[in-house]
C-alpha cells in the first residue's frame, strides 16, 4: 500500500513523518530548534542553518523505525499560508529537501502551506477527516497566527480557506512566550507555562481579564501591560501563568462566538502550539462541537504534509480515514 514522507521546517521545529495508507498510521520524529535562553525566537537565517543542521539527523532517526526506501510521494509545506505573498525562508529547508528525495526516487512532491498541514494533523489527531468533505470552521493559534478560518473542499489545495478574523497585535502563542519568558521559562514557553499554572489556587477572574474584539478581531498587547503588572506588584508566578492562559482562552472563546454567529453553528476544530494546552481547550470545549488534536499534533509537525500528499494522490480518501488505534 502507498506511503508518504511528510516535512515541516518551521520557526520552531525541524519535522519529518511516514503516513501508511494501509492502516491509516503516522510515525513522526521532530525536534525543537534551539534558542538561547532568555531569547523570543530566532532570525531566519539562524532557523535555516539549524534546519540545516537538524534534517539529516531525523530523517536517520525516522529511517531506523521505517523503511524509507519504498515511498510513493512527499507532502512538504513551503510557505506559512496560503496566501499571495506568504513567505519564510525555514520553509525552503524542507522544500528542498523534498525536490532532492523527488529527484533521487522519482516520485512527486505535494506542497502545501504550514497552516493546512496544522489543520490536516490535528483533524487526524482528532479522527475527524471526513470534516474535510464539507464546511468547518478551524482555529489556527500559535506563535504567529491568531486566525479564525472558514474552510471549505478544494480539489488542488484540499482546503479552501478564507480567514473570518485574526489578532490585530499579538499573537496567542507570542502572549505565551512573553509571560514565559518574563517569568525566567525556556522558549517556547507553552510546556513550561501550562505546568507552572497547574500550581495556581487563585480565582483567576479576580484578575480583570477581558477579552477586546474590533469586528470579530482580537486585541491582545494589553494582557502582556497586565501580565507585567502583576509580576511587578509581586503576583505569584503560577498566578502569572494561570491569568496567561485564561487570556487567551477567554479571546479565542470570544472569536468562536463572533465566528459562530457569522458562519453558523459548525464542527470546529483548533489546531497549532498553542491548542496543546489542556487548560485552552478544555476552556473552549464546553456548549460547542469542538475537536482538539493531541499535544503531538498541535505543536509544529509534519504529520499534516504526509497526509495532504497522500490525499492529494488519490491514494486517500478523507471519508475512509481512521487512526489507526
Not at 528525495?101 to 494533523?121: C, D, E, K, N, W
Not at 478560518?149 to 499573537?171: F, V
Not at 499554572?197 to 474584539?213: E, I, T, Y
Amino acid at each position: 500500500m502507498p506511503r508518504f514522507l511528510g516535512i515541516d521546517t518551521s520557526n520552531y521545529t525541524t519535522s519529518v513523518a511516514l503516513y501508511d495508507t494501509s492502516d491509516n498510521s503516522i510515525v513522526m520524529e521532530k525536534k525543537l530548534l534551539p534558542v538561547k535562553k532568555g531569547e523570543l525566537g530566532l532570525r531566519q537565517s539562524d532557523a535555516v542553518f539549524h534546519h540545516t543542521m537538524q534534517l539529516p539527523q531525523i530523517i536517520h532517526e525516522l529511517s531506523e523505525k521505517c523503511d524509507l526506501k519504498d515511498i510513493d510521494g512527499i507532502g512538504v509545506s513551503d510557505r506559512p499560508r496560503n496566501a499571495k505573498g506568504s513567505y519564510m525562508p525555514c520553509f525552503m529547508c524542507g522544500n528542498g529537501l523534498a525536490e532532492s528525495f523527488s529527484a533521487v526516487m522519482h516520485i512527486p512532491v505535494y506542497r502545501t502551506s504550514h497552516q493546512i498541514g496544522h489543520i490536516l494533523a490535528a483533524l487526524y489527531s482528532a479522527d475527524k477527516l471526513e470534516l474535510l468533505l464539507g464546511k468547518f470552521a478551524a482555529f489556527h493559534i500559535s506563535g504567529g497566527t491568531t486566525d479564525c478560518l472558514l474552510c471549505t473542499p478544494d480539489s488542488d489545495s484540499i482546503l479552501d480557506i478564507t480567514m473570518t478574523a485574526s489578532s490585530l497585535d499579538l499573537k496567542g502563542g507570542q502572549l505565551i512566550d512573553r509571560t514565559g519568558v518574563m517569568l525566567g521559562l525556556g522558549f517556547p514557553c507553552g510546556k513550561e507555562l501550562e505546568k507552572l499554572a497547574s500550581g495556581c489556587k487563585s480565582d483567576v477572574r479576580q484578575f480583570g481579564l477581558r477579552p477586546v474584539l474590533k469586528n470579530g478581531n482580537c486585541c491582545m498587547s494589553g494582557f502582556q501591560n497586565k501580565l507585567e503588572n502583576m509580576h511587578s506588584k509581586g503576583c505569584p508566578p503560577e498566578d502569572i501563568a494561570r491569568a496567561c492562559e485564561y487570556a487567551v482562552a477567554v479571546t479565542v472563546g470570544a472569536m468562536t462566538e463572533y465566528s459562530e454567529s457569522a458562519n453558523g453553528s459548525l464542527p470546529i476544530i483548533y489546531a497549532g502550539g498553542v491548542m496543546s494546552n489542556r487548560y485552552i481547550a478544555t476552556f473552549l470545549s464546553k456548549g460547542r462541537e469542538a475537536y482538539f488534536a493531541q499535544p503531538d499534533y498541535s505543536c509544529d509537525n509534519a504529520a499534516g504534509t504526509a497526509i495532504f500528499a497522500a490525499i492529494r494522490s488519490g491514494c486517500a480518501d478523507p471519508g475512509m480515514m481512521r487512526r489507526s488505534r
